[in-house]
């Protein structure tokens, strides 16, 4: 969803030719006990940016995003398209949370075929859920941007959700259902995962268990609702989702979505409970308003947002109350910071931003100690 640089990133939200360089084999080991980060220099924080006590850079190159961690906070998953890491696009990789890698390379821990997606830890720390388009083909997708001058995102009809283990070997397949089944999050009571499919004909949030049984359907309203997660106590889920009103709207997104694409330049945040009761909008800001993600309290939500750009960009991190209220602004880049994710504990913070890319394309992940 981005205009400019920004729009080319936001493409690894949903999910590109297979690399002949095999990356290392060596695996990331999580320690008998965390570490304690290692922090760079602040000057890598804005001075507006309060809830940053202190931040570090992890990767220098390629698109990383979606990084989340283990439910002990130990390790992270997170995916990316870094050509230097021998890859053609998207792969999900494996780190410790106190590493960093600046001209050495992470495990990666998906097949290293197709395109994936969406990786989150299992309550287990062992094993991981991901999105893959590699039963279908070992080729990395085409990505279409543009359709008729306007920036889409491609839904592959290929995705199907998978488990694995920290060694790459994939344990299990929690879908099979024809279409787009993708975006899977897992609750912090780790009893639930939520996940976005096309299998109703349009693209719908659901719920399974982890073993992939019990899966029930959350919404049914029609637009894009994706990127959800549970809240702190699994009872409540946060999502984006874009909402065509008018005759015109629907049937353009009815056309794109029929050849497998969708427009996300303006889409709103949206809060209900787990089952899908007491679904309501929880923004109404314009542009683009996504990854949103719960603060530990439960009684806020923290999302990348272009709303107040006029050309959109550049996209920042925004908190709200869940009622709406209480707007603040919590990054102050002119570039893109989106996919914040909090450890367990609510000590830290991951995300993605262009800060400190040498002006490059180069979209990398950063850890701030939080403070409220």
Not at 73 to 83: A, G, I, P, R
Not at 244 to 270: C, F, H, S, W
Request: glycine fraction near 8%.
């Amino acid at each position: 969803m981005r205009l400019l640089l920004s729009l080319l990133l936001l493409s690894l939200l949903i999910s590109c030719k297979n690399s002949t360089e095999k990356p290392s084999e060596e695996k990331s080991e999580a320690k008998e006990e965390k570490s304690e980060m290692v922090w760079d220099n602040d000057s890598l924080i804005y001075p507006e940016e309060v809830h940053f006590k202190n931040i570090r850079q992890v990767t220098f190159g390629g698109d990383n995003a979606e990084a989340y961690w283990s439910f002990d906070d130990k390790q992270l998953v997170f995916q990316s398209n870094y050509k230097d890491w021998g890859v053609g696009c998207d792969q999900m990789f494996l780190m410790n949370a106190d590493e960093t890698f600046n001209g050495t390379q992470p495990p990666m821990i998906s097949t290293g075929k197709g395109r994936t997606t969406c990786s989150y830890f299992l309550p287990d720390n062992k094993h991981f859920v991901y999105a893959s388009t590699h039963l279908v083909n070992e080729q990395c997708p085409e990505v279409p941007l543009r359709e008729n001058g306007k920036y889409v995102w491609p839904v592959y009809d290929s995705f199907d959700i998978f488990v694995a283990d920290l060694d790459g070997n994939i344990t299990g397949q929690l879908t099979d259902e024809p279409g787009y089944d993708a975006e899977a999050t897992v609750s912090p009571k780790g009893d639930k995962i939520v996940f976005t499919s096309t299998r109703s004909g349009d693209l719908e949030l659901y719920t399974m268990n982890i073993d992939g049984s019990d899966v029930k359907q959350i919404t049914d309203e029609l637009g894009y609702d994706g990127g959800a997660f549970f809240s702190p106590d699994g009872t409540k889920l946060i999502f984006r989702s874009s909402r065509p009103k008018t005759e015109e709207e629907i049937t353009e997104y009815k056309d794109l979505l029929a050849r497998g694409l969708v427009q996300p330049t303006e889409m709103e945040l949206y809060i209900c409970n787990a089952d899908g009761s007491d679904l309501r909008q929880l923004t109404n800001l314009g542009n683009a308003n996504w990854s949103p993600f719960f603060h530990p309290s439960g009684e806020k939500i923290l999302f990348s947002s272009n709303f107040e750009a006029e050309r959109g960009f550049p996209f920042n991190l925004y908190m709200i109350d869940i009622d709406g209220k209480n707007l603040k602004r919590v990054t102050h880049g002119e570039t893109f910071d989106a996919f914040p994710v909090f450890s367990n504990d609510g000590r830290y913070l991951v995300f993605s931003s262009n800060r400190n890319n040498g002006g490059t394309r180069d979209t990398n992940l950063f850890i701030a100690e939080w403070q409220d």
